[in-house]
């Protein structure tokens, strides 16, 4: 009966100590989830300059997947914007790998703030946040509050986490197995990357190392294996990132893997000294142990592995081998994984806008020189083109449509909107540049005269439309309001010039020197011209409005 008991008693423990441990992890998991939303809004738009401020400098690399990571709390999310980046071809191997170093460094940053000891204000940080988050009438408040209610659930993940594995002290099979890391650290190794694997948070593994240390359940000397596999087992989501992407977003996978791999292997191989280098730096104080362990192993590796990035990459493209092809069709920078961060998604869709913007001023300019230069050819590919812009069209739409479901701050919502105008803008310069290629058609198959005069006027109307056109696609690619501005200011002339070319044509028909039927392809290609014009004024309306 007493065994029976006791059985019954050790069942009732082991439900509790699983129960309280999920439910303390999904606590950490969702207050680090909102902490880090929270900061991200805070940052704003910095998330993408900072991403596109990457040089050739395998330092800087560094420095921005630090700082990027501290600022959105997940070395997996940052990892997977570099597979993005790479697929499409707006981030070299080299660059990435010197991000996802940077990426390990900054998401030490959780396991540092959750090694203090706040039990205390737990429930002062919840109610500060919850008052800021739910009260306040500005933004910014509101997204500090967020990030306040983020930090106290985070706390209270790691507290329940710290309670709830408090009876496994009077377990000693438990302890037994603990403790079998420091003597066998490859099973203490395998076990932090499944466990890392699973949660697919390396942050949430250190935090379980904590609560556990908390409770010395687990030693320094223990843990330390547990959160070399935590690093391997983080990888996991850039794997699985890379799977369906081109051959470079494949390597910077890879090279994340083998970066953590052969960490792990340098550092278990010197073991004792690493565990009392961290010792000789950290006070007596087990989570903050582990806390500096984990910053020293992705800093040292990282300083380790920085003088020879190049080699590491060389070395990385021999393993997989190939040339990287990119589709030209369809989009190239649209990526949903980036929804996480939508400001480097938005940041994609104007990159893929811009590419379309590109195309529809390279119809537009076939259009005209077939029609110039009487070339059937050119009018082909006029309509080839046309085709892409409204794939293009489509799919970009589809994509801001599902990121506008996201949350997108007030100024993200505001560029969101423009960018979705200037999609359907530059989708019309393409329609307007197959309304040219058929009437250049038509002068092609009805060989149709049309005088020195018309074809000058013709010339020097495309050349200032064009010069619109481009200048307002440089004002929307470099967020430049003084191309904008003269963009707008110009739009008057272009505006002027069809009313006077209207008025010299009329003149010349009534003079004999231009045929009639020539003369309404003539006044119809002026009249598709202007609105191209209007519509490169509708961009740069954007660009003034919503554009820093």
Not at 97 to 114: D, H, R, V
Not at 430 to 444: M, T, Y
Request: some cysteine; hydrophobic content about 50%.
């Amino acid at each position: 009966m007493g065994v029976c008991w006791a059985k019954k008693e050790s069942a009732s423990y082991l439900h509790l100590v699983i129960f309280g441990l999920m439910g303390g992890l999904a606590l950490f998991l969702y207050g680090m989830k909102i902490m880090g939303e929270g900061l991200q809004r805070i940052a704003g738009d910095r998330i993408r300059k900072i991403l596109e401020r990457v040089t050739k400098y395998p330092v800087v690399a560094v420095l921005v997947g630090a700082f990027t990571t501290a600022l959105i709390q997940s070395s997996s999310a940052t990892t997977v914007m570099v597979v993005g980046f790479v697929n499409a071809g707006l981030m070299t191997l080299k660059q990435a790998i010197g991000i996802i170093m940077g990426a390990n460094i900054g998401t030490t940053i959780t396991a540092q703030i959750i090694a203090f000891k706040l039990s205390d204000f737990i429930f002062l940080l919840i109610a500060v946040g919850f008052c800021f988050y739910f009260f306040s009438k500005r933004r910014i408040y509101i997204h500090i509050g967020q990030f306040i209610l983020g930090l106290g659930l985070l706390f209270l993940g790691l507290d329940v986490m710290s309670t709830a594995v408090a009876p496994l002290r009077d377990s000693p099979a438990f302890l037994d197995f603990i403790a079998s890391f420091s003597r066998y650290p490859l099973l203490g190794v395998l076990v932090g990357i499944l466990t890392t694997c699973i949660i697919q948070s390396s942050s949430a593994t250190i935090g379980m190392l904590i609560a556990l240390a908390n409770q010395d359940i687990i030693t320094f000397s223990a843990a330390v294996p547990v959160l070399f596999g935590d690093n391997i087992g983080t990888c996991i989501t850039a794997v699985l990132a890379s799977i369906g992407t081109n051959l470079n977003a494949k390597r910077s996978a890879l090279a994340h893997v083998m970066f953590n791999v052969t960490g792990t292997i340098i550092f278990l191989s010197f073991l004792p000294w690493f565990k009392e280098f961290v010792i000789a730096i950290s006070p007596d104080q087990p989570a903050r142990l582990i806390a500096n362990a984990h910053t020293s192993f992705n800093v040292l590796n990282t300083c380790l592995f920085l003088p020879f990035v190049g080699l590491f990459a060389k070395f990385i493209e021999k393993i997989v081998p190939g040339t990287v092809t990119i589709e030209e069709k369809g989009p190239i920078y649209l990526d949903e994984r980036m929804f996480d961060t939508p400001a480097v998604a938005l940041s994609l869709a104007k990159k893929e806008i811009i590419r379309m913007a590109e195309v529809a001023g390279r119809s537009v300019e076939s259009a005209i020189q077939g029609f110039y230069k009487k070339d059937e050819k050119l009018l082909k590919s006029t309509y080839e083109d046309e085709e892409m812009t409204d794939t293009l069209e489509t799919e970009i739409t589809f994509y801001l449509a599902k990121l506008s479901q996201k949350g997108l701050t007030q100024k993200l919502s505001g560029r969101h909107t423009g960018l979705l105008h200037c999609v359907k803008d530059f989708e019309r310069i393409g329609d307007h540049a197959v309304n040219i290629a058929e009437l250049a058609q038509a002068r092609i198959e009805e060989n149709l005269p049309f005088s020195e005069y018309a074809l000058k006027e013709l010339e020097g109307m495309y050349k200032i439309v064009f010069e619109a056109h481009n200048n307002a696609l440089d004002a929307l690619r470099e967020e430049d309001k003084e191309k904008a501005r003269r963009v707008i200011e110009n739009d008057s002339l272009i505006d002027q010039m069809e009313k006077k070319l209207r008025a010299s044509h009329m003149e010349r028909l009534n003079k004999g020197i231009c045929y009639p039927s020539s003369g309404v392809i003539f006044l119809d290609i002026i009249s598709n011209l202007e609105r191209i014009g209007d519509h490169a004024t509708n961009i740069a309306e954007v660009v003034m409005e919503h554009f820093d």
